[in-house]
């Protein structure tokens, strides 16, 4: 079965859903629940959703189709900023740690989920002597679960799906220590939380005895407990990479759109209960949290997939319009948000609840008829082949690396000239890739349109070249480039506006006057602006002192 009927006993509908109006005040009293007494109570709770591959241009389009809508009626009833930019590398891990702490991968030291640090060990290290050699891939991803097949994570869960929201997101119980890069200093293994340089809201609240939760795509999503590893009292982490249930065998929730709307929906339901009071599994009351929300997965899917639900995915040709299954992507979203806001209303919380809605990425290209998929796996065999026919009894000279819509390379030899011998092929080769209809194509300068290498890596990401974090090569690439061996017709994680251009809305009712901003914010400016919502003081995040990160102009 692949609907949640189930899970939904106490959900509102979607009938009711559509008929709300925002923002709305709560209608009815309820014994231990906020109210708004004469429009002067501050905010108590700030809702934080990331609808991950959105951008601005969907929500104009949405909401021009739509005016009736849910995420209309958001977007009229709060500030919406026009010209949003995510954080560079524009990724995941990067993208939602910017909105959480503030801060960029210069301050943070996230910049992929699967990076490297040249000053940790491997995975299974267990004897550290001083001055052993140090440099290690670093991935904080699926590959870190106990069983990255099962949406449980290897909790052991029975009787799945009906248990799924029974899992918790205790590290300990969901991640391997043994797939953690290992600290040299203290012999033991980094977990996601340990990695992130800064503290962020969700730690920030705790100090002031806030309750807080979080759903997200993977445990490795611990990363936004904080170095503390106890902001996020309710983390709710299934694992998106896992088998989906009731799917054929192998496929996970990002094969087939209508599962990761599945998938998106076990988040909702979480979301559902935390507003009725509960934890996410409802097993629990203990309060509405002060800080909570989730990420959804679906809109990112049906912009990557070619086809799926006999539906073509991503932007018609040409244009920056939804396709089919994009555009019935994005009524999900609606609806679910729908479900969400009536909730909130049901219980007495739309005037004590800001609702922020963003996406912790864009994605690259809209438009189909400008993509080129190129494999990136020749390229790297290239250069490492060229490297060790120049340096006999080297090896390989790239040892860690992510290429979606951006060529990023960390170097078994951190020099100026090992960055350059990369740089240097980059642009003195051609690349071949296929283009959406499967016509060849070669593309100059292997597809990267500008590469920065050693220092100049350093100096874009404003770090010093000391720095163990950064990639020592960092190339974006051609309009429409995207590498893969796959079929996917857009990616992210690249410098483009199309990766970096995404909706944000805020709405705080009787706090935040509606209106439009049309001028340049960044989405890591949210994280102060959470706190700023609940009276709380921005510069407690660290992040925001080392930046200057700005509140949100009109928020």
Same mark, same amino acid.
């Not at 909790?155 to 953690?180: F, V």
């Given at each position: 079965m692949r609907g949640l009927s189930t899970l939904r006993v106490l959900g509102a509908s979607a009938a009711a859903a559509a008929a709300i109006a925002i923002p709305v005040a709560a209608s009815s009293a309820h014994p231990g629940r906020d109210h708004d007494h004469g429009g002067h109570r501050a905010i108590s709770h700030v809702l934080l959703i990331s609808v991950d591959g959105m951008h601005q241009s969907d929500l104009v389009w949405y909401v021009r189709n739509h005016p009736g809508s849910t995420l209309a009626q958001l977007a009229e009833g709060g500030v919406q900023y026009l010209r949003a930019r995510t954080p560079v590398p524009s990724d995941s891990f990067p993208g939602m740690v910017g909105q959480v702490t503030g801060g960029d991968p210069s301050v943070t030291g996230v910049y992929y989920d699967a990076s490297y640090n040249r000053n940790l060990l491997p995975p299974g290290t267990t004897s550290c002597p001083p001055g052993a050699p140090t440099g290690t891939a670093v991935?904080? =991803?699926?590959?870190? =679960?106990? =069983?990255?097949?099962?949406? =449980?994570?290897?909790?052991?869960?029975?009787?799945?799906?009906?248990?799924?929201?029974?899992?918790?997101?205790?590290?300990?119980?969901?991640?391997?220590?043994?797939?953690?890069?290992v600290d040299p200093h203290t012999c033991t293994p980094v977990y996601p939380h340990q990695y992130l340089r800064v503290n962020t809201v969700f730690e920030v609240a705790r100090t002031h005895g806030l309750r807080t939760a979080w759903s997200d795509k993977h445990p490795a999503y611990d990363i936004l407990n904080g170095p503390s590893g106890a902001g996020i009292q309710d983390l709710f982490t299934p694992e998106i990479n896992s088998n989906?249930?009731?799917f054929p065998a192998g496929d996970d929730w990002t094969s087939d759109n209508l599962a990761t709307q599945q998938y998106d929906s076990y988040k909702v339901q979480a979301v559902l209960n935390e507003i009725d009071g509960y934890d996410h599994s409802r097993t629990t009351q203990v309060g509405v949290p002060a800080i909570f929300g989730m990420n959804f997965q679906t809109v990112s899917t049906a912009q990557k997939l070619h086809s799926s639900d006999g539906l073509a995915g991503g932007y018609l040709p040409g244009t920056d319009t939804p396709g089919p299954l994009l555009s019935k992507a994005l009524d999900y979203i609606n609806t679910e948000l729908g479900l969400i806001v009536a909730e909130l209303k049901t219980q007495g919380l739309s005037g004590s609840t800001a609702i922020i809605i963003s996406a912790k990425h864009g994605q690259s290209p809209i438009d189909p008829n400008a993509l080129t998929r190129i494999p990136d796996g020749p390229i790297v065999d290239a250069i490492n082949a060229a490297w060790t026919a120049a340096h006999p009894g080297a090896g390989d000279l790239i040892v860690a690396g992510t290429n979606d819509d951006a060529f990023q390379a960390y170097l078994s030899e951190h020099t100026q000239a090992a960055a350059d011998f990369v740089k240097h092929y980059l642009l003195t080769n051609t690349a071949t890739g296929v283009t959406i209809n499967g016509t060849s194509r070669t593309l100059q300068q292997s597809g990267v349109a500008k590469v920065f290498a050693g220092h100049d890596a350093a100096a874009y990401f404003h770090v010093p070249f000391g720095d163990p974090a950064y990639p020592d090569v960092w190339a974006p690439v051609q309009h429409g480039v995207v590498y893969t061996k796959g079929s996917k017709i857009a990616e992210h994680g690249g410098t483009g506006a199309e990766n970096r251009h995404v909706l944000l809305i805020v709405l705080a009712p009787r706090k935040v006057a509606p209106g439009v901003v049309d001028e340049r914010v960044e989405t890591t400016q949210i994280a102060p602006t959470i706190l700023r919502l609940l009276g709380l003081n921005p510069f407690e995040l660290q992040a925001v002192r080392e930046e200057g990160t700005a509140v949100l102009p009109g928020s």
């Open positions: 991935n904080y =991803d699926e590959s870190i =679960d106990k =069983d990255s097949s099962s949406i =449980d994570a290897g909790q052991g869960l029975s009787g799945l799906p009906g248990s799924i929201l029974q899992m918790t997101g205790a590290p300990q119980t969901l991640i391997n220590p043994a797939a953690l890069p989906a249930i009731g």
